[in-house]
């Protein structure tokens, strides 16, 4: 069920606008699809990565809020996970691996709850707070279909235009090369 071979998806690749589905079992193939999503996600230099975003529509997303691969114990996944409780809004600056240098401020709640399942498909709750908060509801977004430069005005993304037509017409080139 994991994609025939995992890589980053980029805007405007149409699985990072599909709602991710739920996992039904988890197996050993959705183990290493976790350890695959983190190796990607250290690859680009990141703090967390949807499924979507590596062609894999499912509802899992990994973090590791130190970016490196040398910090193990920091790494956490979530299995369908379910946000609730969210806490005042806050406004950060926001990357996205899909959106390589578009760097927009996000309202956000600065804290929220997160239950999910872990990879020995034990069910965990957790409170998250300023960046993993921020990082767990950006990767949820991203299981709901939903790109952060949906969440931004009219005039944000009138500034960020000519990054998003960029983007898009190196996807339309990558998609005519096959």
Not at 18 to 35: F, L, N, P, T, W
Not at 50 to 55: D, F, L, R, S, T
Not at 121 to 148: K, N
Request: net charge negative.
């Amino acid at each position: 069920m994991l994609p025939q071979k995992m890589r980053l998806r980029y805007y405007p690749d149409p699985v990072l606008r599909q709602r991710a589905e739920a996992i039904e079992s988890i197996d050993d193939a959705v183990r290493q699809g976790a350890r695959a999503m983190l190796r990607i996600m250290y690859d680009h230099g990141g703090i967390g990565l949807a499924g979507p975003q590596v062609g894999w529509s499912k509802r899992i997303f990994v973090a590791n809020l130190a970016g490196a691969a040398d910090k193990p114990e920091e790494e956490l996944v979530f299995i369908n996970p379910v946000v609730t409780a969210p806490g005042e809004e806050a406004v950060l600056e926001e990357g996205c691996l899909s959106f390589p240098d578009v760097r927009i401020e996000i309202v956000r709640a600065d804290r929220v709850h997160i239950a999910a399942l872990n990879l020995a498909g034990e069910r965990f709750e957790m409170d998250a707070s300023e960046m993993l908060a921020r990082c767990v509801q950006h990767e949820v977004d991203h299981l709901d279909g939903i790109l952060f430069i949906s969440r931004i005005s009219l005039a944000a993304r009138m500034a960020i235009r000519g990054k998003l037509k960029d983007l898009e017409r190196k996807y339309k080139e990558s998609k005519e090369a096959g």
